[in-house]
């Protein structure tokens, strides 16, 4: 029996020869024109999630803004993730009643039984502070009062306890960890987790090392620590004896999944979309049969729609909101308001009437041709 509690956290990368564009050109420098370097952007003119980091890399710090941007080494992954979705295409379909769309979407997804009111979440983020001096707060609050799920990194630099004093009542929030051999301090990060009130641990399994980033490194955003981490399946089993609350794997990617007693993950250098067909073409009752939760290079409705069409159950977005977090909470949450916006626009533009129920014959498998 598969366990019911594996997610996906995919990234991945491709080359091509072509120029790439880190934000869209949707005539932002000519309507911003005006604005100083140091200044923040009016929070009501920026339209789209690429907005804010186009508008917080013109006032970060560099290196701030380098420790929220940077990929591994050549940065292809990260590049791939964001122009992946372009080349698979949505069939439209005509002629269908989408006018109560907007009702399916008040807690429409629900994640490891509990009710959220949109199909995505705030990814694991480190150093919410080298954003904004209130650091992770505009995160949990914009998640509370916009009602999705929040995930804190263990690097945050806020501590768990700190961040949990600013939860709402009833909040749900996860909690990601990095776990080694040492079972006493994990022992003591489970206790200090389930005082929290999080209600899963997200292990992180795609990091026995430290990733190769060269940008982050060229501005000092990087770590120097060349150890390796004791990550397996043997280790794994013996995480789920010292605590009673979930632990959620967060994988780099997992095509490869254990059809008899566990999920097993292969680490790829794929995006998320990626795996998802993959996952589907070899064996789409996983998608059934467990939660998969995908993270990389959203960045619009359409993105969200297309993965929920292969049978993710929800999306995590991590560096737009580390950006729209540069105006705190009211940031956050009007990225939040937009992306959920764009999702019931680009669903019922689909033919989409209900967020539950998006059928994968509205995805187009084939890929359509890079341009050079």
Same mark, same amino acid.
């Given at each position: 029996m598969r366990s019911s509690l594996l997610s996906l956290w995919l990234l991945g990368g491709a080359f &091509?020869?072509? $120029?790439?564009? %880190?934000?869209? *050109? #949707?005539?932002? *420098?000519?309507?911003?024109?005006?604005?100083?370097a140091a200044d923040l952007a009016p929070l009501d003119s920026l339209v789209g999630l690429p907005d804010f980091e186009e508008a917080a890399r013109r006032m970060l710090p560099i290196a701030n803004y380098t420790y929220y941007r940077n990929g591994a080494a050549g940065e292809w992954s990260y590049r791939n993730n964001l122009e992946v979705f372009n080349r698979y295409a949505i069939r439209p379909r005509m002629m269908i009643d989408v006018t109560n769309l907007a009702a399916?979407? $008040?807690?429409? #997804?629900?994640?490891?039984?509990? %009710?959220?009111?949109? $199909?995505?979440?705030?990814? $694991?983020? &480190?150093?919410? *502070?080298?954003?904004n001096i209130d650091a992770e707060k505009g995160l949990v609050e914009a998640a509370a009062a916009e009602d999705v799920l929040y995930i804190p990194s263990l690097s945050a630099f806020l501590s768990i306890e700190q961040i949990t004093a600013y939860k709402t009542d009833g909040q749900v929030t996860f909690q990601q960890a990095y776990l080694n051999s040492n079972e006493t301090a994990t022992k003591e990060l489970f206790a200090r987790v389930k005082a929290s009130g999080a209600?899963?641990?997200?292990?992180?399994? *795609?990091?026995?090392? %430290?990733? %190769?980033?060269?940008?982050?490194a060229r501005y000092g955003a990087s770590s120097t620590d060349v150890s390796y981490t004791l990550i397996t399946w043997e280790f794994y089993e013996r995480l789920k004896t010292l605590t009673d609350i979930p632990i959620v794997l967060k994988a780099r990617s997992t095509r490869d999944l254990s059809i008899e007693s566990r999920a097993a993950a292969k680490l790829t250098g794929r995006s998320p979309l990626e795996v998802a067909i993959e996952i589907n073409q070899k064996d789409p009752n996983i998608f059934k049969e467990i939660e998969v939760y995908a993270d990389g290079g959203v960045r619009y409705g359409a993105d969200v729609v297309k993965m929920l069409a292969l049978g993710v159950r929800a999306v995590g977005i991590g560096r737009p909101f580390m950006f729209a977090n540069v105006w705190g909470t009211e940031g956050v949450t009007r990225a939040i308001k937009l992306l959920k916006t764009e999702i019931g626009l680009d669903a019922a533009n689909m033919g989409v009437a209900n967020l539950k129920n998006i059928d994968q014959s509205i995805f187009v498998w084939t890929p359509n041709s890079v341009p050079a």
């Open positions: &091509a020869a072509r $120029p790439f564009l %880190n934000e869209p *050109d #949707t005539g932002f *420098d000519e309507y911003f024109g005006s604005l100083k399916s979407f $008040p807690r429409s #997804t629900t994640i490891l039984g509990h %009710n959220f009111s949109a $199909p995505f979440f705030i990814a $694991p983020c &480190a150093r919410g *502070d080298y954003g209600k899963a641990i997200v292990f992180s399994v *795609d990091s026995a090392a %430290n990733g %190769n980033r060269q940008r982050a």
